[in-house]
């Protein structure tokens, strides 16, 4: 701590080259773009816009992503439903099926929402949890919104689209005292084992058709459905058809990542999110640096492996160049750069020099940080704490 009580590491930092590190910067810039094309991409398709926080996990992208479009925002835990309550977004689906030891808490987060005009919207794809939201809902005095899980081929969670258990689940909920059917709900999560625009369109239309046809059904069968939700970002940069759609909830492209850039959802220079590390070992003689950013800074996902093995991140300078190195391997907390050709410029390389490293996965990044340092150019404007827990 400084005199004043403040941390060293926050003290009057103005400059990347002064951060601590390691470090998760945001480009502020390159963010508010991302957040632009996609809100002007749905509305040019027909659909509101309910994006995902996961990625970041902060009320102030969030609300980047909200601005001009009514519909909330969507989370994958309760910590962020309540942050993002907390913030003013009142509005929220939390879009995983919901785990039954957490009925009672979802519940009571809806029933004071609901006090203020607001809302938490929950997945549903099994009748018992149909009915243990329903009971929770009657002793809470309340009536929950939910949707349908559908599985559009991703085969993680959902009913099957063609399936009895799709109109079962909805006559019941329909029945029910504690519960109000908002539609059908879907997540192409399988776009993100394949590669190229062709692929990804592919996949973009199986997601809609998955889940037009299950909405379709319900109509057929004689039950209301409002809503008809879907949505990745590597499905949602080349849908070119949301027709019937009502909704759709990417979340990564705030931020995008290296994963991202190399399954063709988006270009390098669309990656707002950035660690930044220091070279702390220069070892010429066998072409590698040590840098102080590790398993804990990057986290150890591969990336895109069906695509390219680009090693953990794309190595840049504090300007935004690449640099011919690969980080190669990370202990816990730090990583191993080698050198890509000639390794020879690597004498010149000094202890403490600043590197950027564009990560492959920019959700598990913010996670593993306490703070996102948020930069314009290379001036640090603000400091965005994401939340934590579940």
Known sequence: MDRSGRSLRHAVVVHLQDLATPAAVIDHDVLARNCRVMADRMTALGVRLRPHVKTHKCV????????????????????????????????????????????????????????????????????????AIDAEAVRQDTVVPVFIKVDCGYARAGVDPNGAALTSLAIRIEASAGLALRGVLTHGGHSYDVAGRDALLRVAGEERDAVVHAANRLRIASVACAEVSLGSTPTMAVAEDLRECTEARPGNYALFDVFQARIGSCALSDVALSVLVSVMGVYPERGQLLVDGGALAFSKDPGATHVLDGGFGVVRDLEGRDLPLKLVGLSQEHGKMKAVGDSGWLQGVELGTKLRVLPNHACLVTALHPELVVVRGQEVIDRWVPVRGW
């Open 60 to 131: 102030e992208i969030a609300r980047l992503q909200v601005a001009g479009h009514d519909a909330g925002v969507t989370v994958s835990t309760l910590a962020e439903a309540r942050a993002m309550a907390a913030g003013g977004i009142r509005d929220v689906t939390w879009a995983v099926p919901v785990p039954h030891p957490r009925i009672g808490e979802a519940v009571a987060l809806h029933r004071a929402l609901a006090a203020t005009g607001g809302r938490l919207q929950l997945l549903v794809d099994h009748r018992a949890t149909v009915e």
